[in-house]
């Protein structure tokens, strides 16, 4: 089963409200999680890596003030997306990183996010 | 930078066909490298990796070995099905302290056909 869940899988938002996206790895800890953006027919974009208990290190080009991150455990990261446009509607991925299987990394099984 | 290029898709082949996808890499060093597969509204799950040059990595009869000469790490597969279908993607961890920092490829949409 997954080992890296998401939460919502798909969310339905106005355009201007903020939406929520939780990652959590379920059976392990993960001092380091990764947040990914696909767009359709598309390859996956590093946004930013969330690092427990302290800031996230957001990839050149990406809005930190839009794209909250926060990694207050060590099983879950959250990204909020605020003020959400249309151009935000997006397939968000999460991966997280097992430290003691290797640094195996585990995805998430993604959350659609389309912003009306 | 270090970078991942992938054949351009989409893929369509007939089943029982054998699967060649290309993918290369430019990188500083010796990258790890992997291919991940993406079903239809799905997340990616790995399919196979290779740390070293010279590695084969295999798995529900997909093979990638990691060529340095040719930077490259096609993904094959003698006789494929149509529960193969989805979208492959060639990635690289090129190192360092942020291990799971992910460098992929575009995407190469494979549909097998009856």
């Known amino acids: 089963g997954a080992v890296v869940s998401q939460h919502p899988s798909w969310v339905i938002c106005k355009s201007g409200t903020s939406v929520k996206i939780e990652c959590r790895s379920l059976?392990?800890?993960?001092?380091?999680m990764f947040w990914y953006r696909q767009f359709p027919k598309q390859s996956l974009m590093l946004m930013a890596t969330?690092?427990?208990?302290?800031?996230?290190?957001?990839e050149q080009g990406v809005e930190k003030d839009k794209f909250l991150i926060n990694h207050a455990s060590l099983t879950l990261s959250t990204l909020t997306v605020t003020s959400a446009h249309p151009e935000d509607s997006s397939f968000y991925i999460c991966?997280?990183?097992?430290?003691?299987?290797?640094?195996?990394?585990?995805f998430g099984e993604g959350s659609w996010l389309t912003v009306v | 930078g270090d970078s991942v290029t992938q054949m351009e898709g989409p893929v369509t082949l007939s089943e029982e066909a054998f699967l060649t996808i290309n993918c290369t890499y430019t990188?500083?060093?010796?990258?790890?490298l992997f291919w991940y597969v993406q079903y239809p509204g799905e997340g990616l799950q790995l399919l196979l990796k290779?740390?070293?040059?010279?590695d084969k990595g295999s798995n529900k009869g997909f093979e990638a070995t990691y060529r340095k000469e040719t930077t490259s790490f096609h993904l094959e597969k003698g006789s494929v099905q149509v529960s193969d279908s989805a979208v492959y993607f060639c990635?690289?961890?090129?190192?360092?302290?942020?291990?799971?920092?992910?460098?992929f490829g575009q995407g190469t949409i494979l549909t097998v056909h009856p």
């Open positions: 969330s690092n427990e208990g302290s800031k996230a290190t957001y």
């Open positions: 991966s997280a990183r097992d430290l003691y299987a290797g640094n195996t990394i585990y």
């Open positions: 990188a500083t060093g010796y990258p790890s």
């Open positions: 990635a690289q961890y090129a190192g360092g302290t942020s291990y799971g920092k992910l460098t």
């Open positions: 290779a740390t070293k040059a010279d």
């Open positions: 059976d392990f800890q993960a001092t380091t």
